[in-house]
């Protein structure tokens, strides 16, 4: 079992930054990419990036491209988004998710990853 716990959420203006984290607990051992994904109210949940755990490799949606960065540090088993240049559609409940080695599935879907933070709001105002 994996436990996943983001933090760092909150309310900015058009442009200003945040910083999310996501601590990894639980049987973490080598996952194989840990993911951000976002979720409007409304919406379905869409794929903000990726990191591979192992070579660190990193893969963004378009739309974040540019302003999103994503970082990992192995030895604690976490994960940042830092988020620069926010505009108001980037608001949405941000989840963190697991993806062990040898679990199936395409990087930016969410059935490629089996466990889930809880979740953390961002809201960016105009």
């Known amino acids: 079992q994996v436990l996943l716990a983001e933090s760092g959420g909150g309310s900015v203006q058009t442009g200003g930054s945040l910083r999310l984290s996501c601590a990894a607990s639980g049987r973490t051992v080598n996952p194989y990419s840990m993911a951000w994904f976002r979720q409007a109210p409304g919406a379905e949940r869409e794929f903000v990036g990726v990191i591979e755990w192992s070579l660190g490799s990193t893969y963004y949606d378009e739309d974040v491209k540019g302003r999103f960065t994503i970082s990992r540090d192995n030895a604690k088993n976490t994960m940042d988004l830092q988020m620069n240049s926010l505009k108001p559609e980037d608001t949405a409940t941000y989840y963190c998710?697991?993806?062990?080695?040898?679990?199936?599935?395409?990087?930016?879907?969410?059935?490629?990853?089996?466990?889930w933070g809880q979740g953390t709001q961002v809201t960016v105002s105009s």
């Open positions: 998710a697991f993806r062990p080695l040898h679990y199936s599935g395409l990087y930016y879907s969410p059935g490629a990853y089996p466990y």
